[in-house]
Every structure is written in structure tokens, then in C-alpha cells.
């Protein structure tokens, strides 16, 4: 297989675009699709600051790789969990994203919740029985309010997530599958800031997951290969490999079934609903919105747990 | 023979075959994986040679 540019031995293949690069052409178009992208969507500019989720996995560093390499003021916020479960997850994660930081000379703000709120994820699941067993739906919540109560605190425009193709061709999946509206309303590569949350974006969220792969590989990048260990056996992960048996038989089906879902709603499917907006309030205790008056879901839970230690961290 | 490995589980094929063929024949889907031999990334036309070592990356990842 040769690349189509310069008719070199292709290192990659990309059956939804018809398209085999080199290693040297791959790494010029994986920026140059993400620039698309970012105009496309208005996702931001070159004078907005650009605050990156690094989980220290393939896809946020090699999304905050991309976004140097573009010229980009981009910062990375890590947000240790505490999740160790034998493998140390997290220790390893956080060492990986310290590590890209300093090799690339960029700035990485680490903010651990054990030492924050006295309590790592997996604790607080247990405590709050929130999760039940798995602590999934308490992590989200907890990195969803960190996430914005830093960019907010520390003046970024917008927070990027590494959420690529695969990700959310799966969240697509699980939506339609139960037709959540509300959910197929707001999915999509750019949530625009409202009351008191930062703008949100999915620069790579037309890159399928085994090209980020391939880009974190062909660019020497050091990642978390294990698995989040909450993460074995998740629906997303099932709803992955479901959609990767499409795509194997239906070269591009992932990337149309997403693309025609956003061209779609952009054409009026969901107007109806988009009418409907839910009234927000300011939490009581860190101001971040809320969909009821009083204290927001995670002001709600910490108090469970330590009813000091959230003021502090939220002053 | 060839030895394809993925996530520590080892499977054996004939020298010879694409990396295409290879796959299927252990029911491995492309679309889940990179590739590599001595480092190097490989695609689905590959022909695999006898002694090679083919390491197979998972792509997914999340949760």
C-alpha cells in the first residue's frame, strides 16, 4: 500500500476516506483535519486560551500535541482520581501527562481530589452509593465540575476534551438506542458557555479512534495503554466494538452515522425540543449552574462526604 | 510460524498470509487495532514473514 501523496509505503490506511499516508504525511494531515474541524465548528481562536482534560490516555495527548503543533495557547488541566485497583492507574496516568508537559514545555495545572475533597473517586462511590458499584457516573460528574470551575477560575475560553469518532459514535449509539433527547440535543463538537459553564470542545471528534492511535504512535508519545480498570466490560466499550463490526463491513458507517446525525439536527430534526430550555440556577455554595435551586449534584454529594472541605476548595 | 500478540494473548500463523488474512483467521477486527513490527506501523496488506513478531494495539479505549 502506497501513500497517495508521495507514493511511499503508506504506515496508515483509512478505509472511510479511500486514504493511505506515509508517517510524514499522516502527521501533516491529523493537525490539518483538526484545524478543519476547529473552523468549522467555530470551536475557537488562536487568541482564546485553550484549557486541554488530560487523562494522560492516547487521545488528549496527542489532542494537546495537535493543538501546539497549530500554534494554539493550550494548557492541560490533569485531575488525579485516585484510582488504583492494583495497577495504578492513576499515579501512572498523572506520571505520563507530567511527563508530556515537560518534555513539550507546556504548562499542566494537577488538581487531586484525594487531597482536595479528602476522598478519592472510588471512596466516595462507596460512600455515597451513588455509583453503586461501578464508580463511573460519580467520576463524570466530579471531572465535569472541576473541569469547569478551573477554566472558569483561571480565565480559559474553552475546555477541549480528546473525545474522538469512536467516543462519540458510541454515546450516539446509546442515545438513539433509548431516544434521549435531551442528550441527542447537546451532543456535538461544540457546547456554546452558558450561565456560569466554559464553552466546551471535541477538536478530534472526526478522527476515529484507531487514528489517533496511529498518531500517538507515529509521534513517539508516551500513553496510559491499561484500561481504566471501572472502565472493563462498560456499554460504551460494547457499543465500540459493535460499531467497529459495521465498519468493517461498511467502510465509513461510523463517520456518516455521526455526521448525518449532526447535518440532521442542524437541519431543523430535533427544532422542537430545542425550545425547550431548562431553567438554570446558581448553586448556593460554588455558583456553578444548576438545574434546581440550592446546592448543584456535586455540592450535594460532597456534603455527604466532608461538608468543610467543599467550601474551601470552592472559595 | 508468526506470532501476533494483543493484550498479552498470543496467536499463531502461517508465514506467508497478509496481515489482513491473519486477522480474520483469529477473528481479530482491524478496526480495533495498530499494527507494528519491530516498532514499525504495518497495514492489512502486509505479507507477513516467517519469524516475524506482530504486535497488535488495542485502539479502544473509555468507559
Redesign the interface.
Known sequence: ?KCRICGEK????MREHKL?LC?EHYLEWVPAQTERSIKKYGLFKHDEKVLVAVSG???SLSLWDILKRLGYQVDGLYICLGIDEGIKYSVESQRLAEKFAFEHDLKLQVVDIQKEYGESIPQITRETHRGRIKP?SVCGLVKRHIMNRIARDNGYDVLATGHNL??EA?VLFGNTLSWSGEYLLRQGPLLPSSLGLARKVKPVCRI???E???YA??RGIEYI?E??P??IG?T??YY??LL??L??NRPGAKLSFYLSFLEARKGGLFSEREKIQAELHSCSRCAQPTSAPGLCSFCRMMERINPISVDENEK | MVKLILRKQEYDVRPGMTLLDALKKNNI??????A?RCD??I???EILKDGDIINL???????
Open positions: 500500500m503508506a504506515s496508515v490506511n493511505a508517517k490516555g492516547k487521545d463511573c469512536d467516543d458510541a476515529y479512534e484507531r489517533m492511535l496511529a504512535l507515529l495503554y484500561e481504566c471501572f472502565s462498560s460504551s466499550i465500540k466494538e467497529n463490526r465498519e468493517n | 477486527l482491524p478496526e480495533g487495532i495498530i507494528t514499525e506501523l497495514e492489512e496488506d494495539i488495542a485502539a479502544i479505549s473509555g468507559g
